[in-house]
Structures are given as C-alpha cells and as structure tokens.
C-alpha cells in the first residue's frame, strides 16, 4: 500500500525491474564488488584475480570505462571482509531506455513459463498521505479476501508514519497507535507486516541506531524485527547501502552488516551482497 509514492512511480520502477532498462541515459554503470588492496596494487595473495594498478600516482581512479582492460576488480576475499577494505568498481554497459511495451513482453514471458506462478499474486494499491486510517486498510483488506479470495502473505505499507489516526491524539500515541495496530492486523491475519520509519540522524549524518527512531522510540519496541539502513554520500557513490539488524525479539541479536549493491538507474535496489565487519 502507497501512502508516499504514487503507483505510476513504483509501476515504472517494476517495469525497470522486469527489464534492468534506464529512464535518463542509455549509458549505465552499474556496481561490482572489488577490494582497495587490488585498487592499489598492494596485494600478494595468490588467489587475486589481477596484477593490474587501479588507481594512478596520485592516488586518483580513473573514470569508469577509461581504466586498463588489464584490470579485473576482485573479491575473493568478500567472505572476511571489513569495510577497510570494500569498496566497488563499475561495468559500464549500453542500454536501451525503458519501453512499457518491452516489459509487457517481459512480464508474459515469465506468465508462460510459470515464474509467476511461483512468485505469487502481487496487488498495488495507492491512497493519498494522511487519508488512510487503520480501519480503512482493515476493510480494504477484508474486501480483497472476500470478493477476490486474496489472501495476504505479507502487507507492505509505505510508510505507518503516513497513516491518519480516526480519533485525533498526540503526535507520538497517534505514532504508536498505528504501529500497533500493523502489528495486530499481522496478528489477526497470519501474515508478515513490513513497514518503514524515517531516522533522525538525517542532519548530522551518524549511522542510523538504537534511539534513532523518527517521531517515538516506542515503536521500535513493539516490532519484532528492525532492519537499519544505512547510506553516506560517498556509499551512494560507490552504489553500496548497508543493512544491520537493529532489533530480534525472538533470536540473539546479529550485529553483522550487509554491504548491498545496487543500481536505482535500472530499477534495482538489490544486485548483490556480501557480509562486512565495521572496523570504526
């Protein structure tokens, strides 16, 4: 359920999804995961993939596209790396701009070969911001169960922040209210709920942690689960964001983050991962 983006924006962003294709610029970078040991020549493992300097006297890398062909970016080491080491390197590639007609083609092709059917049936709903109460999505959901059999297996709403409380109340009991009430429609109809919470840390740039709950920390107490993300300009750069665990009711606590690439050029939030130790 949209509350913040409107459903044209999220349906280019499945077409981009089905078809990896940009909407801007038909030249496309896209991210791969690489080690500043390679970048630097400074290396001797066995296992690297090259022998070829990345960066030159100065310490700067070249445009993407303009290095030696000699240079293959290498994570072989991905499975015991911290963040002293990770970086990522770009494969330039030539696209064609998205065309709604070519993922059309895309989406019947994965209909014929049953992909879909594994995948599950998929239902978008946009309502504007502030004008979805609790028991307003209770009902629509009630409506899709009994006129068109659909039975939920998760609720994505985008984002709780955004839905208007039936009976006026404060900023945060309203917040907590609605958390809540996510939690028990998960509850009631045996489904996973996802949601999202803006940070505070937005101004001051720190890493999104413990107290950086957006609005009341109360709502980190009532989920089960809370992923962080976090995302610096440089990250961005690079096409990295990190996930960590910030909260598991029912298992101890992973403190371990994913380093996740990703190109939002072509629609895809998620390209490839790997674990990474924080060294700071």
């Known amino acids: 359920m949209l509350l913040e983006m409107k459903e044209k924006k999220m349906a280019r962003r499945i077409w981009q999804d089905l078809t990896g294709s940009p909407t801007l610029n038909t030249d496309v970078r896209i991210p791969v995961f690489d080690c500043i040991l ?3 020549n400074s290396c001797d493992l066995g296992k690297r993939t090259c022998r070829e300097c990345l960066v030159d006297g100065n310490g700067n890398l070249p445009e993407p596209g303009t290095e030696s ?3 293959i970016p290498c994570s072989q080491c991905r499975s015991n790396w911290d963040d002293s080491k ?10 064609e701009l998205l065309d709604p007609a070519i ?4 989406y019947e092709k994965f209909k014929r070969t049953g992909m879909l059917n594994k995948a599950g049936k998929f239902h978008l709903v946009e309502f504007p911001t502030n004008t979805l109460t609790v028991d307003m999505m209770k009902a629509y959901i009630n409506n899709l169960e009994y006129y068109d059999d659909f039975i939920m297996d998760f609720l994505i709403t985008d984002y709780a922040d955004k839905f208007k409380l039936s009976i006026p109340s404060k900023i945060f009991e309203s917040l907590n209210i609605i958390w809540d009430a996510h939690k028990a429609i998960a509850q009631e109809k045996h489904c996973l709920s996802i949601t999202a919470s803006q940070s505070n840390t937005e101004r001051t740039g720190k890493k999104v942690g413990k107290g950086s709950w957006s609005g009341s920390i109360e709502k980190r107490r009532g989920i089960d689960l809370g992923i962080a993300l976090n995302q610096k300009k440089e990250d961005q750069e690079k096409g990295l964001i990190y996930l960590e665990i910030d909260k598991m009711r029912h298992e101890e606590t992973v403190y371990s983050e994913v380093a996740v690439l ?11 991962s790997c674990f990474v130790r924080r060294t700071s």
């Open 86 to 95: 990770l970086t990522t390197w770009w494969k330039k590639e030539e696209r």
């Open 262 to 272: 990703q190109s939002l050029s072509i629609g895809r939030p998620y390209i490839d």
């Open 38 to 40: 390679n970048q630097t």
């Open 103 to 106: 993922a059309v083609h895309q």
């Open 69 to 71: 062909k000699k240079y």
